[in-house]
């Protein structure tokens, strides 16, 4: 399967009044075709930056960044990007805003098709009748609901998600979470998604890359195990599989080494509640997973 996104030894700095600020070191990572990976980390670690590299919105100072192979130099119209905060604009209406894009990249489209394929998107969102209300008649769920069609509405090849449910109420969330899965079944993109919850990320995508504290680079990479929207709808359930459960946990550990604490190596007992203790902090070079070694980086699959 060919590679839709990847980062080779991509390395950054923010030029700050006060010197530079390195924020991505030799970063690298291949994302494939279709797939859905998420990336968590540390705050400020440089998850955000490593978005908008992605998006063609900032050049690396070191590395590159390719998209189907090709090196991004500029924004590209197969890229769609959705946020936190779904900045919608509030004098259009909920279809004119996903209609955006299409009005916007070059498309064949006849006026009644692109307002076809925005209307199939939102109902499929669960937004039927809603197409004609102001943003600001809508919750924050549906806002972000909008804010997904209007990432996609284009067909980008790469779909860039920056916490786009982290402001959302924990129900909410978990409600866009399905939705997304119900999105994925249906429109072909390879996903990218940010986020700081560790459920989310094991629910939602098929790997996940735990990035390591500023300057970051890809620390560790956790095949998700449990059944893909190939196989079947994933539920809520899932999550509390012993599977989930123990995936869970190996994460949350990681993050302690990414931030300083806990001991890389073995995942602790699933049952395991409270971090390592903080006062034994590891040598985090010990913890680095370079990105070829990733079969060393799985866990025990449990059957
Ligand atoms: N334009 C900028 N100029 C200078 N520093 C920045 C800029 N953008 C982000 N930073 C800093 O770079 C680091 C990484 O930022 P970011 O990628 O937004 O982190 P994350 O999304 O992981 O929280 C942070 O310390 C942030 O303050
Ligand atoms: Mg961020």
């Not at 399967?1 to 980062?7: F, Q």
């Not at 050049?59 to 590209?76: C, F, I, K, S, Y």
């Not at 119209?77 to 919608?88: D, E, K, R, Y």
């Not at 094991?202 to 095949?223: K, M, N, W």
Request: proline content about 9%; glycine content about 6%; hydrophobic content about 40%.
């Amino acid at each position: 399967m060919s590679v839709a996104i990847s980062l080779r030894h991509v390395t950054h700095a923010y030029r700050t009044e006060t010197g530079p600020l390195p924020v991505l070191d030799d970063l690298s990572l291949d994302i494939p075709e279709g797939a859905f990976c998420a990336v968590v980390g540390p705050s400020g670690c440089g998850k955000s930056t490593l978005t908008k590299l992605i998006a063609g919105l900032m050049r690396p100072d070191a590395g590159e960044v390719l998209l189907g192979g090709e090196r991004v130099t500029a924004p590209r119209a197969t890229v769609g990007m959705a946020f936190q905060n779904p900045v919608l604009l509030e004098w259009r209406s909920i279809l004119d805003n996903v209609l955006l894009p299409l009005e916007i990249v070059p498309n064949r489209l006849t006026r009644a098709q692109r307002q076809n394929r925005a209307r199939d998107l939102l109902a499929l969102v669960g937004l039927e009748g809603f197409e004609d209300k102001r943003p600001s008649e809508l919750s924050g769920g549906m806002r972000q609901r909008a804010s997904l069609c209007r990432a996609i509405v284009h067909r980008p090849q790469v779909l860039i998600l920056d916490e786009p449910f982290g402001a959302l109420d924990a129900f909410t969330r978990e409600d866009l979470w399905l939705t997304m899965h119900d999105l994925r079944a249906q429109e072909a993109f390879t996903t990218l998604l940010i986020t700081h919850d560790l459920r989310e990320s094991v629910f939602l995508a098929d790997e996940v890359v735990v990035l390591s504290d500023r300057p970051a680079t890809a620390q560790y990479v956790l095949p998700v195990t449990t059944p893909g929207p190939t196989s079947r709808r994933r539920t809520l359930d899932d999550l509390y599989t012993e599977a989930s459960v123990r995936m869970l946990a190996d994460l949350r550990q990681q993050i302690e080494v990414a931030q300083g604490r806990g001991t890389p190596g073995a995942s602790p007992p699933v049952d395991a509640d409270g971090p390592a203790d903080p006062h034994d902090p590891a040598p985090r070079a010990g913890s680095r997973v370079p990105p070829h070694a990733r079969a060393a980086a799985a866990p025990e699959t449990p059957a």
